[in-house]
């Protein structure tokens, strides 16, 4: 089954498309931001003396959520479109195989995977680029407090945008969204030692 930039194309011009590809990014993204709060809490607390090695562990995340978020999307949405695709055979009498609209059931289902891996990816990261700083201008304590910081505005970016295509005050989005990396971080510090 080909895939052809004008499938992918048709697929994100669907509405349907989109609203699932956005569930997935923020959805996922929102569990790699709250992972990268926990790994820079987690090694501030734990006295990890290397920033470096946070970034690896980090990395390590990142490279677990990506492949759970993509495998487990692509093989959900698998079994969604081709019940779907039975379903439409069954009602036109017709044979659907390496026609456009498989194609473009095939092109959706690419286009989540890629959304579903793109929000941990970007949650872990972004919350782990102060760590590269770690021994140059930042402290371990200053890189887990900047690394808060910055899950605590991806989360906010999350929630604003879903705010915004919802048509709620797009910063009581964000602040509810941002709350859940603070409260995260609070959790790991009360834990006991």
Known sequence: MALTPASIRRALARPSVR??????????????????????VGAVLSGIPDGALVV???????????????WSV???????????????E???????DDTRIEHEQHAGRLVHAIASGLGP??????????????GESLAMVEAGVASVALGVCVLGVFGAYMG??????WYVAAARMGLA????AGINVLLPA
């Open 19 to 40: 609203a699932i590809a956005r569930r997935y990014l923020v959805s996922n993204g929102f569990d790699g931001t709250l992972t990268g709060v926990g790994i820079a």
């Open 56 to 70: 690896r562990i980090g990395l390590s995340a990142a490279v677990g959520l990506c492949t759970s978020a993509v």
């Open 164 to 169: 915004s295509i919802s048509g709620q005050r």
């Open 121 to 134: 990816l970007v949650g872990v990261l972004v919350p782990m680029a102060p760590f590269l700083l770690v």
């Open 74 to 88: 692509w093989e959900i949405e698998r079994a969604e479109t081709r019940a779907e695709i039975h379903r439409l």
């Open 90 to 96: 069954a009602a036109m009498l017709v044979d659907l």
């Open 181 to 184: 990396g603070l409260v995260v």
